[in-house]
Nanobody, 123 residues
Framework: QLQLVESGGGLVQSGGSLRLSCAAS????????IGWFRQAPGKEREGVSC????????NYADSVKGRFTISRDNAKNTVYLQMNSLKPEDTAVYYC????????????????WGQGTLVTVSS
């Protein structure tokens, strides 16, 4: 069974940091680009960041550029999202998803989704 499991969410004060992890099981993460997405209450899901299968290319939403960093450790079958300088508007459920294209766009077919982890940023 192909699975992605997110972890690392929680409650943090504005200006704080969190690191989210996205661990794969049942498949080799190294063949996939991985995207992070988020959905805030009452809002549509939006793309946050994407990393290519090799880790050589990354993309970020304008709203998180300079604050979030995506990385991956293919040996550990895990992708990370380091989130710094968090703002209340970053509050959302964060999901990771696997893009079989391997390219750092994560805008097409996403084969596997995680269940999400909640990030709450207090002001």
């Amino acid at each position: 069974q192909l699975q992605l499991v997110e972890s690392g969410g929680g409650l943090v004060q504005s200006g704080g940091s969190l690191r989210l992890s996205c661990a794969a099981s049942g498949f080799t993460l190294a063949y996939y680009a991985i995207g992070w997405f988020r959905q805030a209450p009452g809002k549509e899901r939006e793309g946050v960041s994407c990393i290519s299968s090799s880790g050589g290319s990354t993309n970020y939403a304008d709203s998180v550029k300079g604050r979030f960093t995506i990385s991956r450790d293919n040996a550990k079958n895990t992708v990370y999202l380091q989130m710094n300088s968090l703002k209340p508007e970053d509050t959302a459920v964060y999901y990771c998803a696997a893009d079989p294209s391997g390219l750092a766009y994560c805008a097409g077919y996403l084969e596997v989704w995680g269940q999400g982890t909640l990030v709450t940023v207090s002001s």
